[in-house]
């Protein structure tokens, strides 16, 4: 589902996170982020904060239309930097979210020859490997099913 791209993470949350109480670019700029509507998004402000596991449920229907388009997507770092933090996004996320879990294996798998031609494949190949290790079996609800019952 993709969220309205006119509301911010703030919004869409409805929470604000107020004034940052510690005074890092990463933290400043992660508060700033959340005000920032979702339409004005860059592939920076993505990379940014999927690195840092916020608000992935809004951000990752963004992002991977981004890798669609070039998987390579690119923020301030280097080619594949937005694949890398996607890929590297928390696995509770991707197991509540195995259907876009597969599609970026898909992704991935269908790009393999432009990923094995960037500089940072290794790092790319790496976290994929990694990626495809997610345990996606949903966690145990902590009911048994009594044998005769």
Same mark, same amino acid.
């Given at each position: 589902?993709?969220?309205?791209?006119?509301?911010?993470?703030?919004?869409?949350?409805?929470?604000?996170?107020?004034?940052?109480?510690?005074?890092?670019?990463?933290?400043?700029?992660?508060?700033?982020?959340?005000?920032?509507?979702?339409?004005?998004?860059?592939?920076?402000?993505?990379?940014?904060?999927?690195?840092?596991?916020?608000?992935?449920?809004?951000?990752?229907?963004? #992002?991977?239309?981004? %890798?669609?388009?070039?998987?390579? *997507? !690119? +923020?301030? =770092?280097? #080619?594949?930097?937005? %694949?890398?933090?996607?890929?590297? *996004? !928390? +696995?509770? =996320?991707?197991?509540?979210?195995?259907?876009?879990?597969?599609?970026?294996?898909?992704?991935?798998?269908?790009?393999?020859?432009?990923?094995?031609?960037?500089?940072?494949?290794?790092?790319?190949?790496?976290?994929?490997?990694?990626?495809?290790?997610?345990?996606?079996?949903?966690?145990?609800?902590?009911?048994?099913?009594?044998?005769?019952?």
């Amino acid at each position: 589902m993709q969220p309205d791209l006119s509301k911010t993470l703030d919004q869409l949350e409805n929470t604000d996170w107020g004034e940052p109480t510690y005074n890092s670019y990463l933290v400043r700029t992660c508060h700033a982020l959340r005000k920032k509507p979702l339409q004005d998004f860059t592939i920076e402000d993505l990379r940014i904060m999927i690195g840092q596991n916020i608000s992935l449920e809004y951000l990752m229907p963004l #992002a991977i239309p981004a %890798l669609e388009k070039n998987i390579l *997507a !690119e +923020g301030d =770092f280097y #080619a594949g930097d937005l %694949l890398k933090a996607v890929l590297s *996004a !928390e +696995g509770g =996320f991707w197991k509540k979210h195995q259907g876009m879990h597969e599609h970026v294996t898909t992704l991935f798998r269908q790009n393999e020859a432009v990923i094995e031609e960037c500089m940072n494949r290794k790092e790319l190949i790496k976290a994929f490997a990694e990626f495809e290790r997610i345990d996606l079996t949903p966690p145990d609800s902590g009911f048994t099913k009594k044998k005769g019952k």
